[in-house]
């Protein structure tokens, strides 16, 4: 069955950087857009980050671009995040999306097929 695991959260202080991962099995990786997303403590769940089947193209969050990048190999996709403020603290999920009919940054959270259990990311003031 499909799996996808994240890894690579913690608890940082403002400034710093942190890099996520996640490992998927069960699938053809590249067949799907990957994305990432933050759920902050009483908010909803919110893309951070997608990128294509192919690599080539990404979306950001008006919130973290500049400071986040995507990227993906084999059966693995990453967000690197620099500059992390306390405003990114929340439970990292990643998620796959199989059928896309449009650019990747109209797919809302319901587009995405498969979702690992998510890593938990403090930024301290």
């Known amino acids: 069955q499909v799996q996808l695991v994240e890894s690579g959260g913690g608890l940082v202080q403002a400034g710093a950087s942190l890099r996520l991962s996640c490992a998927a099995s069960?699938?053809?990786?590249?067949?799907?857009?990957m994305g990432w997303f933050r759920q902050a403590p009483g908010k909803e769940r919110e893309l951070v980050a997608a990128i294509s089947r192919s690599g080539t193209i990404t979306h950001y969050a008006d919130s973290v671009k500049g400071r986040f990048t995507i990227a993906r190999d084999n059966n693995n996709v990453y967000l690197q995040m620099n500059s992390l403020k306390p405003e990114a603290t929340g439970v990292y999920y990643c998620?796959?999306?199989?059928?896309?009919?449009?650019?990747?940054?109209?797919?809302?959270?319901?587009?995405?097929?498969?979702w690992g259990q998510g890593t938990l990311v403090t930024v301290s003031s």
């Open positions: 069960g699938l053809t990786f590249s067949n799907y857009v």
């Open positions: 998620a796959t999306a199989l059928i896309v009919a449009g650019p990747i940054a109209t797919l809302a959270p319901a587009d995405y097929d498969f």
